[in-house]
C-alpha cells in the first residue's frame, strides 16, 4: 500500500483544541456521531429486537425484561432522540444540496431550527409511544 | 483519460447515491416512528400483528435494505476522512459485511414473523 491515495493528507479533526466550536461545525459533527450510533447501536437493537420477536413468546419476553431495564430505557431513548436529529439535519443536508439556505445567516437559522424542532419531534414520539 | 471515473473511485456515483437513499428515506423514517408508537413495549400477540400485515412486513425489509446501504456509504466516508490505511480498508469491508448480515437476518425474521401469524 505506498499509492498515491494512501499518501493523501486525511481531514483535520473538529474535537480538540484545533478549532473553535461553533454552531456549523458541532452540528455538522453531531450528525456524523448520530450517523455511527444508529448504525453501531439503533439498528442492531431494533435487529435483536425483530430477531426475539421470531424466536417465539419467552425470547420475546426476555427482550422486553431487559428494554424495560434502565440501560435498555436509556439506549431506546438515546437511539430516538438520535434518530430525530439525524433525520431532520438529513433534511437540512438535503435542501443544501439544492443549492439554497446555503448564506450563512441562513446555516445559523436553520440550524437553530431544526434542534428545537429535534427536541419536539423526539419528546411528541416518547409520549405517542409510552 | 476519457471524462470518466476522474474522482478515482466513482465518487461521484457514491454521493448520489447517498442523496438518493437519504430521500427514500425520508418516508421510511415516518413509517417508522409511527411503528415505534405501535410497538413499544407490545405484547407478543400484537407486535406479531402488526408484522403480519404486508404493508409493514415489506416496509420493514425495504427499509433495512435502505439503512443497511445508507449506513454502509456513510461509515466508509467517515472511515476514509480519519482512517489512516490499512485499517481503513478493513474498516470498510467489515462494516459491508456487517450491514449485509444484518438484512439476512432481519428478512428472515421478518419473513418468519409474517409467515407464522395469519393477519
Given at each position: 500500500?505506498?499509492t498515491?491515495?494512501?499518501?493523501?493528507?486525511?481531514?483535520?479533526?473538529?474535537?480538540g483544541p484545533y478549532?473553535?466550536?461553533?454552531?456549523?461545525?458541532?452540528?455538522?459533527?453531531?450528525n456524523?456521531?448520530?450517523?455511527?450510533?444508529?448504525?453501531?447501536?439503533?439498528?442492531?437493537?431494533?435487529l435483536?429486537?425483530?430477531?426475539a420477536?421470531?424466536?417465539g413468546p419467552?425470547?420475546?419476553?426476555t427482550?422486553?425484561?431487559?428494554?424495560?431495564?434502565?440501560?435498555?430505557?436509556?439506549?431506546?431513548?438515546?437511539?430516538?432522540?438520535?434518530?430525530?436529529y439525524?433525520f431532520?439535519?438529513?433534511?437540512?443536508h438535503?435542501?443544501?444540496?439544492?443549492?439554497?439556505?446555503?448564506?450563512?445567516?441562513n446555516v445559523?437559522r436553520?440550524?437553530?431550527?431544526?434542534?428545537?424542532?429535534?427536541?419536539?419531534?423526539?419528546?411528541?414520539?416518547?409520549?405517542?409511544?409510552? | 483519460?476519457?471524462?470518466?471515473?476522474?474522482?478515482?473511485?466513482?465518487g461521484?456515483?457514491?454521493?448520489?447515491?447517498?442523496?438518493?437513499?437519504?430521500?427514500?428515506?425520508?418516508?421510511?423514517?415516518?413509517?417508522?416512528?409511527?411503528?415505534?408508537?405501535?410497538?413499544?413495549?407490545?405484547?407478543?400477540?400484537?407486535?406479531?400483528?402488526?408484522?403480519?400485515?404486508?404493508f409493514?412486513?415489506?416496509?420493514?425489509?425495504?427499509?433495512?435494505?435502505?439503512?443497511?446501504?445508507?449506513?454502509?456509504?456513510g461509515i466508509?466516508?467517515i472511515?476514509e476522512?480519519y482512517?489512516?490505511?490499512?485499517?481503513q480498508?478493513?474498516?470498510?469491508?467489515?462494516?459491508r459485511i456487517?450491514?449485509f448480515?444484518?438484512?439476512v437476518l432481519?428478512?428472515?425474521?421478518?419473513?418468519?414473523?409474517?409467515?407464522?401469524?395469519?393477519?
Amino acid at each position: 500500500m505506498n499509492t498515491e491515495t494512501d499518501r493523501r493528507p486525511i481531514s483535520p479533526y473538529l474535537i480538540g483544541p484545533y478549532y473553535k466550536p461553533q454552531l456549523t461545525s458541532m452540528l455538522s459533527i453531531i450528525n456524523r456521531l448520530t450517523g455511527v450510533f444508529l448504525t453501531a447501536v439503533s439498528t442492531p437493537l431494533i435487529l435483536w429486537w425483530v430477531v426475539a420477536l421470531a424466536l417465539g413468546p419467552e425470547a420475546y419476553a426476555t427482550m422486553l425484561a431487559r428494554l424495560s431495564s434502565l440501560p435498555g430505557k436509556g439506549a431506546m431513548l438515546i437511539s430516538l432522540l438520535f434518530l430525530c436529529y439525524h433525520f431532520l439535519n438529513g433534511i437540512r443536508h438535503l435542501v443544501w444540496d439544492t443549492g439554497h439556505f446555503l448564506e450563512l445567516e441562513n446555516v445559523y437559522r436553520t440550524g437553530w431550527i431544526m434542534v428545537a424542532a429535534t427536541l419536539v419531534l423526539f419528546a411528541f414520539t416518547w409520549w405517542a409511544a409510552s | 483519460m476519457n471524462g470518466q471515473d476522474t474522482a478515482g473511485h466513482g465518487g461521484l456515483g457514491h454521493w448520489l447515491w447517498q442523496r438518493v437513499s437519504s430521500l427514500v428515506l425520508i418516508p421510511l423514517t415516518v413509517w417508522l416512528l409511527w411503528a415505534i408508537t405501535r410497538l413499544a413495549g407490545a405484547d407478543y400477540a400484537s407486535a406479531t400483528q402488526f408484522f403480519s400485515h404486508p404493508f409493514n412486513a415489506g416496509l420493514a425489509i425495504l427499509m433495512t435494505a435502505v439503512v443497511a446501504f445508507h449506513a454502509q456509504t456513510g461509515i466508509q466516508v467517515i472511515c476514509e476522512d480519519y482512517i489512516a490505511q490499512p485499517w481503513q480498508s478493513l474498516l470498510i469491508w467489515l462494516t459491508r459485511i456487517a450491514c449485509f448480515g444484518g438484512l439476512v437476518l432481519m428478512a428472515w425474521a421478518i419473513l418468519g414473523i409474517a409467515g407464522s401469524s395469519p393477519p
